[in-house]
Every structure is written in C-alpha cells, then in structure tokens.
C-alpha cells in the first residue's frame, strides 16, 4: 500500500523515491500506519520495530540524495522470527525464546541492511517453523487476509500475510519444506525457494539443516528477483553456503518464452485435490503454451509419493538433534527445579508447544538406537532416488509446473487436531526441499474467493530460467494485480 492505499511494488517505490517524489520517511509512516489499522484483524506480526523503521529511513533518505540508493534503499521490509536481528527479539514465535534478543544480525539481514532496506517489524510464524498454517505459534494465529477465518499457510504464514495485507512492501520467510511457497499461494503474492546454498543461513535459527532456505515474498515477480540478487551470495560462515558467482535475476524477465520445454508432473495432481486447483493450474500451463513454451503433459516422477515420508523421517531427526540447545543453561526460557535433569526437563515441558514437541519424539525415535538404519537410514536412500529423478527430468525439460498446495486455504481450527491431513498440505512442496532444488509459488487464479498458487521448480541454480517463465506469465495473466479489501 501507499499514500493512496494501493499495493506499490519495490520497483514503483524505487522510481518514486529516486526521482523524490516520495521519501522514504513518508513511505514508511503510511506502512506504520497501516500495520496499526490492520494489524487487530491478521495478527501477521510478532514485533513491530517502529523508532528503529523511522531512523533506518532517514538514513535512507540522506543516501538517496547522494546519489548512493540501490533498489530496496529505503523500502520496508519484514523478516520472519526466525532469522535473527540485532537488538529485537527473535522469538520463534515459542516460549522457549521468549526473552531472546540477538547480538548479531542474520546474513541476510546484513544485506537487506547493506542495501538501505527499513525494517518495520517482525512476522509471525509457527513455531520453530514447524507447521503449515500459522496456527502452531504460541503467540496467536495469524489471519488470511483475503477470508479472515482462513490460516495464510505456513510456517511464513505472517510474513505472506503482511505483504498482502499491505503492511510492508516485501517480506522474507525460510523454507524447510515449502513454508514460503504454500503461504505464498495461501495469500496470492510470490515466494521464492532458493535452491539449497544459495542464499546464507547463517543466523537463521535452524530447524532442519539439510532442508532450510530463505528466500523473498514479494507483491511480483520483478521484486523477487530484486530481493534475490540482494540477499544471495557466498557466505563463508555458513558451511553449505557455495561459492558461485550471483548473476543478475532482473535480467532474465523477457517475457518470452520460445524454446522452453515445460514438464507437468502427474504425482503432483494428487488424489483429494480440489478440481478447482488442477483446473487452474492446467489452464495456466496452456497460457505458458500459448507464449511459445513446449509442454509435455505427461511427465512421470514415481518416487513422489514417498518424499512425504521421507521428509517427516529426516525433518524431525535433524530437529530433534538442533532443538537439543534449549537445555534452560545457556539462554532462553528456564524452569527451575530441584535438579538440573528435573529443570532441563520442565523447560522443555513447559517451553515448546506441543507441535514441536511431536516433531523432536519423531526425530528422536528415528535416530534411536536398533532403528538409525530402518529409518533414517533408508530416508537418506530414498532422498537420493528423489534427486536422481529430478535430474533425469531436468535433462528433458528446462522447468516442471505443479499445483503449489493441493487446496485453497482452509478454515483456522479445520486441520489442527488431525496432524497428518496438516502434512499433507505441503505434500506438492517438500520433495523440492528434498532434493535441495528452488522452487516458486506466483498466483494463478481463485476458487470461491480463495487464492491459488502455481508452483515452478528449476533445476538447481536455475533461479533465471524460473523467473523467467514465472515472469511471462504473470504478465499475461495479471492475477497479481488483485488485492483483498481489508
């Protein structure tokens, strides 16, 4: 939203600030104003970072007039809870980091802030990012925005919802197992998935570390590109950061799509799904058809189906080992008790939901001694059939199209107390995690008022070819030009 109260885009906002028809003080007032209007109804925010917005904007401004403004100089921003921020509290949205306020800043965060961006607060999300619909935090639920009794996804449920919403320009969310993609379909705006090393999680509060990314929710796919060339790069605190050159993403928004092979896995069309979401989704790859792209209809992943058990047998095993920290010693919340095992126990007791608590016994299990092989083990093997069968695809076709969730948002309290109908919404998005490839959500149509999301997966490092193809359609489209009334 703007002065005028319509969405703007970091581009709009860019061309408006450098030719100082707009400064970023005024800018970010009308977002703070705006985060104090809606936020009562979509609760999309843990904290807002408002004195801190206003000095970070007039920064922005003073470079702007020397000339020095790069493309997100001066424009708000919103980070997920999970990436830390020096001297604002960093929750998980969890008890157990309740009181928790960096030293540092996540490397992301260094170069949003690099780049002149205002952070104007903090989303909300599920906790420790375990879950799919924002219901999981111990703060509150989130809201979607577009139907107020419906879950915005998750776990980045709060950072989709406020950009759609109108609190902040652009939003950053990490994805373990499509947390940015299915709230980006939830709420009709675009997320984009790195591929796994691209982008640095070095201050991101790990969850599953073979699985996490970060990456950008924006209003379209120009800003997506615009936030990447931003925040990817080499990090050599982060070990599986990789040292390849960061070309520039903005660069490959043609519009044209001659030449392109377009493959449609049918796994991806799963039993359940809603006929309105498959009907979207094939008539949207017939409109890429109709811009000069080739597709092949009936492309094949069979291992599919099993990436959904394999993602609840590694996920859960990799948190369970990171989670092990909060011991109640060294920071965080803390029980005291009678003895050291009695408070270690109770903090864990009374700080982690119990979601969280579900996933580290899931984990734990897993990993136990007499069943490492059986499942863990056989997880990892079946992982590597899944990313062996992506590069087979990849040979063929330059992108694969898919459904981005198997429904449209549903009712907050709907899916809650029945865990695997919960997995099972991200069941088009994790196998992109488990094969480490990147993977975007763009908006592709509405079923009963209910947005819905189109999901395209690259081959790894392949981030171009995906804007590219995800560009030309969004242009002919338009469907991210609607917004909902609030």
Known sequence: MTVDHNPITIHEAHRLLTTRQLSSLELTRTFLERIEEVEPKVHALVTVTADQALEQAQKADQRIAAGDATPLTGI????KDNMCTRGVLTSCSSKMLQNFVPPYDAAVVERLKDSGAVVVGKANMDEFAMGSSTENSALFATRNPWQLECVPGGSSGGSAASVVAGETVYALG???GGSIRQPAGFCSVVGLKPTYGRVSRYGLVAFASSLDQIGPL????TDCALVLNAIAGYDNRDSTSVPLPVPDYTRCLTGDLNGLTIGVPEEYFVEG???EVAGAIKKAVSQME??????DWEVSLPHTPHALAVYYIIAPSEASANLARYDGVKYGFSYRAGNMWESMEKTREH???PEVKRRI????YALSAGYYDAYYLKAQKVRTLIRREFDRAFEKYDVLVTPTSPSVPFRIGEKVDDPLQMYLSDVCTLPINIAGLPGMSLPAGFADGLPIGMQIIGKPFGEETMLKVAYAYEQSAGWYQQRPEL
């Open 76 to 79: 708000p921003v919103v980070i």
């Open 174 to 176: 990490s994805d373990t």
């Open 218 to 221: 924006t209003q379209d796919v």
């Open 273 to 275: 799904m809603q006929p």
């Open 290 to 295: 109709k811009l000069g792209a080739r597709v």
């Open 351 to 353: 700080g982690f939901g």
């Open 361 to 364: 016994m899931l984990g734990t």
